[in-house]
């Protein structure tokens, strides 16, 4: 049996001499401000003196040490977790107990965790205990939380008839891993409170963090501060300050706030100041439609919302400043926290330089340390030097990787030159913290010094605090042996991240390398150089500062060239070899893979089209242009489209620019401008024509027919289309040329044209049956894609011919396929044609939910194409009984709220009216 723990007291117990496991309570007065206003501050002072006695005699009694007591909140440190609750139970019962003015209670929230701590400055610091206050944080005022590791302490133990409710794991504030949290109960207590006030109970994507949050109170403080007296704080400084962590904690800290949600929207990997509006969306989870600015869809949804962006890494998208500026004047409840090594420069801003973590003077100066050092007899107090955030953070982070790390008066002169010759940069004491499993803290500061030196003398036009960060960088990077550098310095080239087989194709084996890639990655992670990603398959980042750095060292070496094309070939491989599966059965799992790498692509494309190696630029983004498509970058695939076809170097090989303007031609398609995409396709057609290859040929002709297919304005009169009749011609050349070289999927793909124009221009059988002919070729050819939208079609011209019982099954079978794949494209047109065929038989309310989840996923594609299929099958109804706008509205957005598995559940379901239609007219 486990003997409890005794109290300790930091009047006289030293780091040595703490038990294992303490226990911390943490409570205060709910709504202490308000009851203040409310009766005044003298009536309030003797409140809060009443209730300080009870919770005193309470504490007491069960062998509590008081520890600090600060306006309404008391710490108290526990022997035992059952000594703990018992106060905290016998401190409820008082407060209930008291008889309080009838319009002032007092009402306090509790919270009680157990963990390590040490004593630092005569004070209890450590994990355990800011996780024990930011557990009595959430809980609210009456009420008793508990931790699970209180929970495990108690056993059986608990006091009587009190008994534990599990509320569950919950993120709390801290960021860290969710906690389990219980709730004490008594019968003679409250037992209903409202829901938590955690991270959850808020909108919000703060990611969670795998280290505690060590320092910064005071730079935690004012940036709260500012943020609540301004719309906008730059947090600025250089790489490596911890800007990008304080953001969050001060995020987490106002969330009570933003009750419309907190976002955090990491920038490093975008370039392109014309995106930032674009990724701010996703993160939301809004897209673009077509037609729209990713500005413009932002400014609607923000709205009057309250809500708190966080913009990580903008340094290098500073150009996009003045959207900041835009829709923090569009969006008044909004506000904008921005980390940056340069401030934006905006109307409203307010910059707040994050410093380096406060540090000790380095002993090896002749300043007030060294008169400290002759004090204390030559000594540096261990504990004083705890109190410094930068020894805190080192600290932390060197026991995470030698858990019986501790300073010493050894290595305390050590310690307290690193943390001083690092100027507090975060970043740069928990690189050089995690040196300490294999070096002592003295081996450690003289390799670091070495490299201070070599740095600072080769890039004095550096800031000093950015040389300092440079040199802990250098100093990782020189532990390596020279594979090891080759290594790190040929994935610099990777944005975004990298698998094993990446990282083996792009940095394996060659002159100067001389090592297994995995192993090499093992030796990158343990010198804290690179980090492995959770995930199906092994897949690593390395920061952007050391990539930076790497790269710079790469930029040196004679193989530089080199190993950007093996990184350019290893991902042109990827794509084109990846891009006849795009129909297949396993797209599904192509295109997360594609989405994974799709950072790495886009470096690739910014570097060859700024090169103007049009080889590579060309053929990748004809190979990605269908991902683009599925989904929803449409909006990004034009712009890089439309910018190459531009460029003169595109222009220079034929066959490579027959495939940029078939690609620019197909997203011009999916975004409904058939007036440029008829230049776009006709371009290839002449090119085509020119060199004579047949099956090329007939692929432009069969694109090219898709301008003479519907209107370019979907309110225009099909009569007006193609009144030549060229589209039917290039359809039936592109027919006769597939049919001469055996090429039955190009056959079936024609069909499904003829069909198209049929059902557009409302001709013959609106495409029947080229749509039932084509399926069964696309079904033998293997093209499950297509198959699904001939499937989709023919409810369609089923639709127009007034079979509508018979066309909902097509559709049905066409979304199935579409939600396999994992194409956002397809199943927001098929969804919105079944909400057309549902007003087709008078089924309105279907028709609107399933009509707001469409609109959703339109968004989420970037595509027009529902326009039209609206337009058209809503022709048939213009005396059609309609929802009021109110019924219709409030039916759209249940639609829309629905996620995207619910909306296809939904959509796939057959109505009960439906199917006794089918009973009915069953044989």
């Not at 077509?290 to 932002?298: E, I, M, N, T």
Request: charged share 25%; glycine share 8%.
């Amino acid at each position: 049996m486990t003997s409890e723990p005794r109290a300790a007291d930091p009047a006289t117990d030293g780091p040595s001499g703490l038990p294992d496991t303490l226990v911390f309570l943490f409570s205060d007065i709910e709504g202490s401000t308000r009851l203040e206003q409310a009766v005044g501050t003298m009536a309030y002072a003797a409140l809060r003196e009443r209730h300080r006695a009870l919770l005193r005699a309470a504490f007491a009694a069960n062998g509590g040490r008081e520890q600090g007591t600060e306006g309404d909140s008391f710490f108290v440190v526990f022997p035992t977790a059952s000594g703990a609750v018992a106060a905290a139970l016998d401190a409820q019962r008082a407060l209930a107990a008291e008889v309080w003015p009838a319009d002032s209670p007092i009402r306090v929230r509790m919270g009680v965790h157990a963990g390590e701590a040490t004593i630092v400055g005569g004070s209890f610091v450590g994990l355990a205990v800011n996780r024990a206050a930011r557990i009595a944080g959430v809980a609210h005022g009456g009420q008793v939380l508990v931790s699970e590791a209180i929970r495990t302490l108690l056993g059986q133990g608990l006091p009587a008839r009190a008994a534990l409710l599990d509320l569950g794991a919950h993120r709390l504030k801290d960021l860290r891993e969710p906690e389990r949290i219980h709730q004490l109960t008594a019968p003679d207590l409250p037992a209903t409170f409202p829901p938590l006030a955690t991270l959850d109970a808020r909108p919000n994507n703060l990611p969670t963090q795998l280290t505690s949050f060590v320092g910064r109170d005071e730079e935690l403080a004012k940036a709260c501060g500012l943020l609540a007296a301004n719309r906008l704080v730059t947090l600025t400084g250089p790489g490596g300050t911890g800007k990008t962590r304080l953001s969050l904690q001060v995020a987490a800290s106002a969330i009570d706030d933003h009750p419309d949600g907190v976002f955090f929207v990491p920038l490093e990997t975008v370039r392109d100041p014309g995106l930032v509006a674009s990724r701010i969306a996703l993160e939301i989870g809004l897209s673009e439609p077509a037609g729209r600015s990713g500005q413009d869809v932002l400014v609607e949804w923000l709205g009057t919302k309250r809500v708190l962006l966080v913009l990580d890494n903008f340094e290098q998208v500073v150009d996009a400043g003045p959207l900041v500026a835009d829709i923090l004047r569009a969006a008044s409840g909004l506000k904008v926290i921005v980390t940056s090594r340069s401030p934006l420069r905006i109307s409203g801003e307010q910059e707040f330089p994050v410093p380096g973590l406060p540090v000790p003077p380095d002993p090896r100066n002749l300043g007030g340390y060294q008169e400290a050092l002759r004090s204390g007899a030559g000594v540096i107090d261990p504990a004083r030097l705890s109190t410094y955030e930068a020894v805190r953070l080192f600290i932390a982070r060197a026991v995470a990787v030698k858990p019986d790390f501790a300073v010493t008066n050894e290595n305390a002169p050590a310690v307290a030159a690193i943390c001083a010759r690092l100027h507090g940069m975060p970043l740069a004491i928990e690189l050089a913290a995690a040196r300490v499993k294999l070096l002592t803290p003295d081996a450690i500061l003289a390799r670091l010094e070495h490299q201070l030196n070599l740095l600072a003398a080769g890039a004095r036009d550096l800031p000093a605090r950015q040389q300092t960060l440079r040199g802990a960088i250098a100093w990782s990077y020189d532990i390596l042996d020279e594979p090891g550098r080759r290594l790190l310095e040929r994935l610099s080239v990777c944005a975004g991240g990298f698998d094993l087989e990446a990282a083996e194709a792009i940095g394996g084996a060659s002159p100067g390398a001389g090592m297994d890639v995995l192993d090499g990655l093992m030796a990158l992670a343990d010198q804290s150089l690179i980090r492995s990603v959770d995930g199906a398959r092994p897949r690593f980042q390395m920061l952007e500062t050391i990539r930076e750095f790497a790269a710079e060292m790469l930029e040196a070496r004679d193989d530089n060239a080199a190993i950007r094309d093996r990184h350019a070939r290893w991902y042109l491989n990827l794509a084109e070899s990846g891009s006849p599966r795009m129909s297949g059965d396993d797209q599904r799992a192509l295109l997360e893979q594609l989405e994974l790498e799709h950072d790495n692509i886009r470096a690739i494309l910014d570097r060859a089209a700024g090169a103007g190696d049009a080889d590579t630029a060309i053929r990748l983004a004809f190979a990605m242009w269908r991902f683009w498509q599925k989904r929803g970058h449409l909006n990004e695939a034009r712009r890089r489209l439309e910018a190459f076809a531009a460029a003169p170097w595109s222009h220079e090989v034929p066959v490579l620019r027959a495939r940029l303007v078939e690609a620019l031609g197909g997203v011009l398609w999916w975004q409904a401008d058939l007036v440029a995409m008829k230049v776009a396709y006709g371009e290839a057609v002449e090119i085509w024509r020119r060199l004579g290859e047949k099956a090329e040929i007939a692929n432009a002709l069969y694109n090219y027919a898709f301008a003479f297919t519907m209107t370019p304005d979907p309110n225009g009169d099909p009569s007006t289309v193609d009144p030549e009749g060229e589209g039917a011609r290039s359809q039936e050349e592109a027919l006769v040329l597939y049919r001469e070289i055996g090429d039955r999927r190009g056959e079936a793909n024609v069909l499904w044209g003829i069909g198209n124009r049929a059902f557009f221009l409302k001709k013959d059988d609106a495409g029947e049956a080229n749509f039932r002919a084509a399926h069964e070729l696309f079904q033998a050819v293997g093209d499950t894609t297509m198959a699904a939208w001939a499937l989709h079609m023919l409810g369609g011209a089923l639709d127009r011919r007034e079979r509508h019982d018979e066309a909902a099954p097509y559709y049905r079978m066409a979304l199935r396929h579409f939600h396999d794949a994992s194409d956002a494209a397809g199943i927001a047109l098929v969804l919105d044609d079944l909400a057309m065929s549902a007003i087709l038989v008078g089924d309105l309310e279907r028709s609107a939910r399933l009509r707001g989840a469409a609109r959703r996923l339109t968004a989420v594609t970037g595509a027009n194409l529902a326009a039209y299929s609206e337009k058209f099958l809503s022709g048939f109804l213009p005396h059609a009984e309609r929802l009021s706008a109110e019924d219709e509205q409030r039916l759209q957005a249940e639609g829309a709220a629905m996620t995207l598995d619910e909306a296809v559940a939904f959509a796939l379901t057959v109505p009960a009216d439906e199917l006794d239609r089918q009973e009915q007219t069953r044989p």
